[in-house]
């Protein structure tokens, strides 16, 4: 089976820049997804990495690197509205089905 | 918004109930993925369908079921609720295998 480990919680002031790390257990792997869900709301994709590195989307970058088994989301300026759940999701198995985390709350202070 | 819909989006019912949960994918996606999130928790994925049939599924009883049609909308049908079976309930289709697009998600509640 696969296992993600992420934060449980991570705190941060407005404009300041902000790492939600990632560390994963599995087999069969594809890749590493990340997404925004607001209270309530949907979970959003923010991005996929299935090759080592950098990959940068605005004001989020996310990082894969395959032989640690590690991954991380970098959220840069921050901004109120960023307040949210962030999970990371590995893309594994025979369907390529995507295996959750249990997500890190962020909060943004003004 | 992504496209993808859902119905309802609340449902209450009573334990030992059936219960059909409905998704219409995003225009031009092939690829339905159903997934259940408890609170606090993270979606747990449930099983998918790729062109009308069930290519994966997760550690879940053979009382959740799903059908694909072909239009690529999607149901989601669960026998015997149990008061654990209370959450929200989420569909995600795809075109491409490394992004999902969720719709708003099936908030059930079993009493």
């Known amino acids: 089976g696969q296992s993600l480990e992420q934060p449980s919680e991570v705190t941060a002031v407005e404009g300041a820049i902000v790492q939600i790390n990632c560390t994963y257990q599995t087999s069969g792997f594809y890749g590493l997804s990340w997404y925004q869900q607001h209270d309530g709301g949907a979970p959003t994709f923010l991005s996929y990495n299935a090759l080592d590195g950098l990959e940068e989307t605005g004001r989020f970058s996310s990082f894969l690197s395959r032989s640690d088994s590690y991954g991380y989301l970098l959220l840069q300026e921050l901004q109120m509205k960023d307040s949210a759940s962030y999970f990371c999701a590995v893309r594994a198995g025979s369907a390529r089905q995507l295996t959750f985390g249990s997500g890190t709350q962020l909060t943004v202070l003004p | 918004e992504t496209g993808v819909t859902q119905s309802p989006t609340h449902l209450i019912k009573t334990r030992g109930q059936q219960v059909t949960l409905r998704c219409s994918s995003q225009s031009g996606h092939n690829t339905v993925s159903w997934y259940q999130q408890a609170l606090g928790q993270g979606p747990q994925f449930i099983f998918q369908?790729?062109?009308?049939?069930?290519?994966g599924r997760g550690n879940f009883p053979p009382r959740f079921s799903g059908l694909q049609f072909p239009n690529y909308s999607s149901e989601l049908n669960v026998n015997a609720l149990e008061l654990d079976d209370s959450a929200l309930y989420l569909c995600?289709?795809?075109?491409?295998?490394?992004?999902?697009?969720f719709g708003p998600g099936t908030r059930l509640l079993v009493l």
């Open positions: 995600a289709s795809s075109s491409r295998q490394e992004t999902q697009y």
């Open positions: 369908y790729y062109r009308e049939e069930e290519n």
